[in-house]
């Protein structure tokens, strides 16, 4: 009897236990399946200006700036400036050793001279021959001189001519080449083409240089106006259509942090410039320069940001940029959703059989629309929406919304997870949203 007792009681004690543990867990089930409020942040659609900007990085360079190379090569015998020393128009920078040219100059005079004697022989010449046979035409006139006797003071005299027309190219060959030698001779010495600054120097004195007429030679240094600066910013393919001439600009340098500069717009690039093509990096960007209307302290090279104003409009309804999200259609489902109890199946998608391009046409069918969450009353409704321009806090909503409503402006993880057609929500205007949340 005792043994019966207590397996009887081994069972009631295992019969609680089952019972307690299937309360908790359908207390924890409904538990689960309670609507929990959302804590939200709203604010109202207001008509507002909004002026939409292009965002771009770039340096700042002078607008006039120019490479001094030479044209001649040589040592450099004289370098009277230093890097930052300001230069005028005509003031010397760079002399090179001249000895080499001064002679080809000396040369090329003496040939020069050479040739016009030259010249002046062959003239002497024509003239007597001109003479001796205007003299034998008039007797060869009056038959006082044979045919052949005449025909060779003819021949001379045809002859003198092109002897004095050789003679005059060969001195212009000379003259040329003495012009071409002073020229060079002239270039040993490099004046300043502007008024500016050495901004780059990149030889010393002593040095041997290498120049051509046909190409860059050794660039000894930069000189730059730095009372007339510009911001040249790289710009993606999709932005660069909304760029035109004399938009405004606000102009952010990484060494002048407490100060923004404006700006305006002035010349676009037709070309692209392409990076790292036909890599994953491959990048399609487009100069563009932007004046600078104040002064300061630029240096060339600076890192700049520039937000230049592409498109404005004023008096429209807008709300908070975070408040719009993205959301299936009502009554839509995501493509291979499973079905739901009492849903029926196809029983060609159950057999994993049928039109693969009619499923795939059926999986791409639903696309997501933008939205934004309109409160009524305790819930949120999620209404469809069209969006326009927008700024760096507010984006324009042409359709779906009107001034007055009141929108869910945070949080982002309620706005863009959470919140449902029909939700219910908590209000708390005074809580602030974390930092990610307003991106």
Known sequence: MAKKSNRTRTIVVWTIILLLLAGG???AYMYRKRDVVITVQTEK???RNITETVVATGKIQPVLQVVINPEVSGEITDLPVHEGQPVKKGDLLVKIKPDNYVASRNSAEAGYKSAMAGRSQSKAQLEKAEKEYNRN????ANNLVSASAFLDYETAFEVAKLVYETSTHQTDVAMAALERANDDLSKTTISSPINGVVTKLKSQK????VGTAMMAGTEIMTIADLEAMEARVDIGEIDIVLIATNQNAKLEVDSFQDKKFSGVVYELSNAANTTGAN??????????????????NFRPGMSVTAYIETRSKSNVVSVPIPSVTTRLPKGSQPANKKPGPGEKVDENEKAGVGNIANLKKKETTVKPVEVVFVMEGETTKMVTVKRGISDDDYVEITEGISEGMTVVSGGYKAINKELEDGKKVKVDNEK???????K
């Open 25 to 27: 867990g359908a207390g």
């Open 432 to 438: 602030h949203a974390p930092k990610e949340e307003k």
């Open 206 to 209: 002593g040095e041997r240089v």
């Open 279 to 296: 890599t994953q990096q491959e990048a399609t960007k487009f100069q563009v320069k932007i004046a600078i209307k104040d002064k300061d």
């Open 137 to 140: 035409k008039e007797l060869m």
């Open 45 to 47: 659609a207001l008509r």
